[in-house]
């Protein structure tokens, strides 16, 4: 459910008079994503999202991001920009909230994935850092390797290892293990840093748009391709991995942007870094949302099994 603020048919039409996007037709909540309250708009012109930004996203980063879409969709990537009323005006105030009104996309979203849409998800993620090669703008990241350590600490070691027993040993360990051995050399770039399959659009094996940029940062460029692994080459629950769906991922992407000798060798704990990432992230989550409110929480477990399979399978991202 991702509506947390409601907005009247009245409020959406007035608010469309500031654009050159005809009137209302029909305004529907979106119960997908977590973070922000979507709209899905049909007018006498066109579809948009009006997207209503949340707790989540800070106001501050909005430029951030009109910015990356922009450049992104300017060098032909499939992104949906934020559309400009008649004076220019990108980042509104709509029900107390920041909006802005979005270009619709079409597509959905696949839940268990082939090779052939990861092929095409790792060529669109490719052409993506290919087009950012030259984007100035940079955002620091509030969840890399440093901030792991402190969202731990604010899990609390009890907590945690209700979860599961052990995790909280077994987090320290991982983090001990990923500060001797992360590989800050590495070529750094504005990177997605959240590329789910809930954040991909297909229409059979096409992308057919990336959407949700609100974790959009500046860190090691290859880490994004390691999120983008841990996300797409498993079983929704982490037990069973993918080779081929693997396979196939990497490939598109080095197919659109090259992938040197040093990136392809410090996959294997790139992708130990993104599985303990969204492990942190899920068990902060899971610890402090309430079991009845309105997001569901998604299970920490999923990416402990993937940390553990890439704990155990260094292999796997030998060519
Ligand atoms: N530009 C777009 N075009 C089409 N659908 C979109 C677009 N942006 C968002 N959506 C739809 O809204 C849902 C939630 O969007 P998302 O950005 O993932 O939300 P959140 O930031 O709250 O997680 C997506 O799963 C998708 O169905
Ligand atoms: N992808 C993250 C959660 C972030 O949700 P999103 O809907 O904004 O992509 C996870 O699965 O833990």
Same mark, same amino acid.
């Given at each position: ?10 409020? @959406?039409? +007035? ?19 977590? /973070? ?37 969709? /300017? ?26 009104? @979005? ?23 490719? /052409? ?25 600490? +604010? ?15 077994? @987090? ?20 997605? %840093? ?36 841990? %996300? ?14 693997? +396979? %196939? ?37 899971? @610890? ?22 890439? +704990? ?8």
């Amino acid at each position: 459910m991702a509506v947390y603020t409601k907005v009247s048919a009245e409020e @959406i039409d +007035q608010f469309l008079t500031r654009f050159d996007a005809g009137t209302l037709v029909s305004a529907k909540g979106i119960a997908e994503g977590v /973070e922000n309250s979507n709209y899905l708009l049909e007018t006498t012109q066109d579809r948009f999202i009006l997207t209503l930004y949340e707790k989540r996203v800070d106001p501050a980063d909005l430029p951030f991001f009109i910015a990356m879409l922009d450049h992104l969709a /300017e060098h032909g990537c499939l992104v949906p920009p934020m559309i400009a009323d008649r004076e220019g005006t990108k980042i509104h105030n709509l029900c107390g909230r920041r909006a802005c009104l @979005i270009k619709f996309l079409p597509g959905v979203s696949v839940s268990h994935p082939t090779a052939a849409q990861a092929r095409a998800t790792g060529e669109a993620l490719g /052409e993506m850092h290919r087009a950012l090669a030259d984007f100035g703008p940079e955002r620091r990241n509030s969840l890399d390797h440093d901030g792991w350590w402190s969202l731990a600490e +604010q899990c609390g070691p009890a907590e945690l290892d209700k979860i599961a027993p052990g995790l909280a040993q077994a @987090i320290a360990d991982e983090l001990d293990h990923l500060d001797q051995h992360w590989p800050h050399h590495l070529p750094r770039s504005v990177i997605h %840093a959240d590329l789910f399959p809930d954040n991909v659009l297909m229409l059979g094996d096409r992308v057919t748009g990336l959407i949700d940029f609100y974790f959009s940062c500046t860190d090691i460029r290859a880490y994004d391709l390691a999120v983008t692994h841990a %996300a797409w080459c498993f079983s929704d629950d982490g037990t069973d991995f993918h080779d081929p769906v693997s +396979q %196939a991922l990497i490939a598109g992407y080095a197919s659109a942007f090259a992938l040197s000798d040093a990136e392809r060798e410090a996959l294997p704990l790139l992708a130990r870094g993104a599985a303990l990432r969204f492990l942190l992230t899920r068990a902060y989550d899971w @610890i402090n949302t309430p079991a009845d409110a309105l997001v569901t929480r998604k299970p920490p477990q999923a990416f402990l099994q993937r940390l553990r399979y890439y +704990q155990n399978h260094p292999d796997i991202f030998k060519p």
